[in-house]
């Protein structure tokens, strides 16, 4: 109808009333795919601003403040005002802040020694740095997890990158300590430069529409510094395909980068592209692709001299284009790479270990979950050969174009007729797990079960157990528990027997040929491959009982560094071990920044010496990344598509110092986006435009792990994913109810989470905010004044402001309680319209308050003035609460017990008509007996017997006249001869005089 309040202004306010009754009603808890002029109409301006928002497809956060200063940290574009409300009883986020910076020159304090000269003592001072710079080497992935998706850039400026600062400050005079005279790597912050350029570009938020091919190409380094490719630039190109912003440079500017021939600009270049066409099998990105992967070119095409670290990530990105569609062809040659030869000279001769891993995890995006069930793979037996490549044993025949691109032997590796399981085995174990993920297949599980016996173990290398527990928890999905037990269920018995043993009479097995160094490795990769486990199963859900089981082995890995046990399974696996725990208890914890897990993860970045390497680091300031993804609005997804990128982000074998790539490829650390998502739910006050706390109940589906269950949330906060949930509630009574059915609304609860997680909420009258008033107790005084129904009093202004806002509700406050009053009259009016207008705004019903009004100038002018017209409205008034209303209550039991205009007003309003009336009978009877006589009545009469008759429901005097009623001396006989009529007891009453005149 396109109704609105003016509108209803407009109609009489007897038929206006059941319209903003039923407007009044909606209110509580309407659908949540109303348009906006709905919500704007039954006054609900929070839902009314939600609709408003979603339709902004726009939306981004607010614009990062213009920093000039030199110290730019690459982390002051962050949300200030959510970080102080879901942390604000400490430091947290100024900590972590302090411990991600790398812009700023280190602390060297070092105490110079009598006997050491100052040439030694600046090669300490160097050395010194050089341990630290490691550390500071490995910042920007933690940053880039910290700032991820906070800001969106000024497009009239280049993207500013914050320094990578590898210098020092020696107190007390802060002299400059730089790396000038000792020797250290060639090219050492090559890596640390790329990360630094990605960690700036994953600032900028994935939904900005102003970011455009002419913005990226404007941020290329200029031509004064020589026009040659930076890392840093090719880092900032991959953060834009992971954002989803390269989808937007053509085809021309791609050429233009590439011809550069820039290794780590291929390297970035290549992986945004097939970022961006994920699961696409998009023609053109996989033609660009297969220029840098030999293994997609022709057999007589031309050798390429495409450097190794591309071809790397020219695997991956074909993995990820065709991710999930067991593309035959694809899958026959990524299989095929994962055991390629190494080649004549150098070909394929470094860093096999890495192009092998990308071989394997591709291969696992291309089948991801497919399983068995795979059309058109069934007679490649693809899960045999992976097995071959795991296990070892006899060299199986080349494929047609391998046999001609490696027809010559190499001349620097000689591997024999045998597989290089060192080789293959990470890779095909990835790759089994990842295509039989969450299948359940329990005769591939048992393939990738530990050893368990000691002739078994020497078969296989201790740190692919790791990898092999994690791709057995991956398939057997569903039967991963979050307990300590669950754990140690998978390591062997003669495992768990001998670990940590020095010799055989401490050991309880009773075997003598034991290797206690084998058996004290295997237990610490089984373990951390079990915690893998279930930090992926319970990745961004802050599962306490996952929480607690990590947090014991993280704390009990921490504490075996320090023992002299170490020494038995070494301190790297030990350190490489812990790495991959803290990492899935970060996991687990993504985006709650808990505070236990914080202190856990500040101790390890501490550490600096000789036996801590960058790898180490970098998982560390990664877990710190994880534990606050995106300032506080990102958590992890545990759907297929992002266990997989964790798989390949989260590869727990890290680099030993900055240039190391040669079991994994650095840039992979990075693909964590993909399985970041926002979850957060921000309330916002809708009358203020700030954030605030709000109560949520979160109800979960049924499923076979639990029965359908409700959880209490204070908001702002993290929720679990949606495909978990059946409906999110926004809980009173403090804000109006909002009721969010997640399995009907999807899409609108998703645009919300994307859509900075705001939701607007609308405070309700009496109430004061969780930060005014945390326990109640204010606003509990204001309810119990609310829900007094005794008596009128008179309210001063103040108190009505601190319900509503309304400039026009404030001035007739004002106006009412400003007058001097010296009649009884007034004082009496003043009464109760103070008292209607508390009701009113208290209620939350300030529409109605003109119909107050507007009833009483009708009662009062019945004297001298009375007007049928405005008397069938209180009339009709006066029958829809006393006939309609009942029946609404009985057929529609949601409605509210409280009615839009209180009982006691409509009682002495229908009072004091009476009163009126009644007076008019007794001074008019002669009208009355004229009327039913059916004489003529003088005009200026006509009003008040109008009002008389319309008000009594007094039928026409013909219908009357037709009535038996002339004979009948009592009440019962005039009621029993009118009953055709149905006239209420009390109008015969008031007529029986005229009738007996009459007679």
């Known amino acids: 109808m396109g109704l609105t309040l003016e509108d209803l202004e407009c109609i009489p306010f ?151 600062n590898l210098t020092g400050r020696a107190p007390p005079r802060n002299n400059t300590v730089d790396l000038k005279h000792i020797d250290v790597p060639a090219n050492m912050n090559s890596w640390p430069s790329f990360h630094n350029g990605v960690a700036a570009g994953l600032r900028i938020a994935a939904g900005d529409s102003q970011i455009d091919a002419t913005w990226i190409v404007y941020n290329k380094p200029k031509a004064g510094s020589g026009n040659e490719m930076t890392n840093e630039h090719a ?86 284009v065709y991710q999930g569609t067991a593309h035959r062809h694809i899958a026959e040659v990524l299989l095929a790479e994962i055991g390629r030869p190494p080649g004549p000279e150098m070909e394929n001769c470094t860093d096999r270990e890495s192009y092998s891993l990308a071989a394997g995890i591709a291969l696992g995006f291309v089948t991801l979950a497919h399983g068995s069930d795979a059309i058109g793979l069934s007679d490649l037996n693809i899960p045999d050969q992976l097995y071959h490549y795991m296990v070892g044993g006899h060299r199986r025949p080349l494929t047609a174009a391998q046999r001609e691109k490696f027809k010559s032997p190499s001349y620097q590796i000689k591997e024999g007729d045998q597989v290089n399981t060192d ?90 040929d034991i290797d206690f160094q084998t058996m004290s490795q295997a237990y610490c990769n089984i373990v951390a491959g079990a915690c893998m486990c279930v930090g992926l199963r319970f990745a961004g859900s802050a599962n306490q009982s996952a929480f607690d089981c990590l947090l014991y082995f993280a704390k009990e890995f921490t504490t075996l560094t320090t023992k002299t046990t170490a020494e038995i399974a070494g301190k790297n696996t030990l350190e490489s071990c812990l790495n991959a725990v803290v990492l899935s208890l970060a996991m687990v914890m993504a985006g709650t920044g808990n505070l236990e897990v914080l202190r856990l993860t500040r101790f390890l970045h501490t550490r600096i010496g000789n036996d801590l390497n960058y790898g180490s680091h970098m998982a560390t300031h990664m877990a710190i990344g994880l534990l606050f993804l995106g300032g506080g609005r990102y958590t992890l997804s545990t759907s297929n598509t992002a266990i997989a990128a964790l798989v390949c982000a989260l590869f727990p074998r890290f680099p030993i110092h900055s240039n190391d790539n040669r079991y994994h490829l650095q840039a992979l650390r990075h693909l964590y986006v993909l399985a970041a998502e926002p979850r957060l739910i921000l309330p916002r006050d809708v009358d203020t435009n700030k954030p605030c706390y709000a109560r949520l109940e979160v109800i979960f589906k049924e499923t076979t792990w639990y029965k359908e269950l409700k959880v209490n949330m204070m908001a702002p906060c993290i929720i679990p994913e949606l495909n978990l949930l059946k409906q999110i ?125 507007a009833v009483d100038q009708a009662v009062r002018t019945m004297v001298t003035e009375p007007t049928p017209h405005l008397l069938w409205q209180i009339k009709l008034i006066l029958v829809y609460y006393e006939v309609a209303y009942p029946r609404l209550h009985q057929t529609l039991p949601t409605i509210t017990k409280w009615p839009l205009i209180n009982s006691e007003f409509l009682t002495a309003i229908k009072s004091r008509i009476d009163k009126c009336l009644d007076r008019w009978l007794q001074d008019n009877l002669k009208l009355i007996i004229a009327y039913l006589q059916g004489r003529n009545i003088r005009s200026d009469y006509s009003q008040q017997l109008a009002c008389f008759l319309l008000f009594h429901d007094i039928p026409p005097a013909e219908l009357l006249s037709q009535s038996k009623i002339t004979g009948c001396q009592s009440v019962p006989e005039v009621v029993k001869a009118l009953l055709h009529l149905q006239l209420p007891v009390s109008t015969v009453m008031r007529l029986m005089p005229a009738f007996q005149n009459k007679a």
């Open 235 to 320: 880092g900032f190109l991959m953060a834009l395909g992971l954002n989803g912003h390269l989808a937007k440079l053509d085809t021309l500017n791609t050429h233009e980068y590439l011809i550069k021939a820039h290794e780590f600009t291929s390297v970035g270049l290549l992986l945004g592209l097939a970022a961006v066409k994920r699961g696409t099998m998009d023609v053109g990105v996989t033609k660009t692709l297969s220029i840098h992967a030999e293994a997609l070119l022709p057999v007589s095409s031309s050798d390429l001299d495409v450097p190794h670290i591309v071809q790397v990530a020219a695997i991956i990105g074909i993995g990820l």
């Open 423 to 512: 080789l293959t085995s990470p890779g095909a174990t990835l790759a089994l797990g990842l295509m039989f993920l969450k299948t359940g297949n329990k005769a591939v599980a048992q393939w990738l079960t530990a050893p368990d016996t000691q002739f078994l173990l020497d078969f296989v290398r201790p740190d692919f157990l790791i990898l092999r527990i994690l791709s057995h928890g991956l398939i057997l999905w569903d039967e991963i528990r979050p307990t300590k037990e669950w754990i140690e269920s998978n390591i062997p018995l003669i495992v768990k027997d001998n670990a940590f043993k020095q010799s055989s009479n401490d050991s309880s097995s009773g075997e003598v």
């Open 14 to 164: 007897g038929v206006s009333l059941a319209l903003h009754d039923a407007i009044y009603q909606c209110r509580a808890n309407p659908p949540a795919d109303w348009p906006e002029s709905a919500y704007m109409l039954i006054g609900r301006q929070d839902l009314s601003a939600q609709a408003r928002l979603l339709e902004k497809k726009d939306h981004i956060p607010p614009t990062e403040e213009d920093n000039t200063d030199d110290d730019d940290d690459g982390m002051e574009c962050l949300d200030q005002e959510l970080l102080k409300l879901r942390f604000p009883d400490d430091l947290r986020v100024q900590e972590v802040r302090r411990l991600l910076q790398s812009s700023k020159p280190v602390r060297i304090a070092l105490v110079q020694r009598p006997e050491v000269s100052d040439h030694d003592y600046i090669e300490e001072q160097e050395m010194r740095l050089l341990s630290i710079c490691h550390r500071t080497m490995s910042l920007p992935v933690g940053r880039g997890m910290f700032t991820l998706c906070t800001s969106r850039p000024v497009v009239t400026e280049t993207l500013p990158i914050p320094k990578l």
């Open 729 to 853: 509630n926004v809980l009173g009574p403090r804000y109006w109810n909002i009721k969010l059915d997640v399995e009907k609304y999807r899409d609108t609860v998703k645009a919300i989470l994307e859509n900075s997680g705001t939701l607007y909420v609308k405070q309700r009258a009496g109430h004061l905010s969780y930060v005014e008033d945390p326990k109640g107790f204010r606003s509990l005084l204001a309810q119990t004044f609310t829900h007094d129904q005794a008596g009128h009093q008179v309210v001063q202004p103040d108190v009505i402001r601190s319900f509503t806002s309304d400039p026009s509700v404030l001035a007739f406050a004002e106006y009412c309680c400003s007058q001097k009053l010296a009649s009884q009259e007034e004082r009496e009016i003043v009464s109760l319209f103070s008292s209607v207008l508390y009701e009113c705004i208290t209620k939350e019903k300030p529409e109605i308050l003109e119909t107050h009004i």
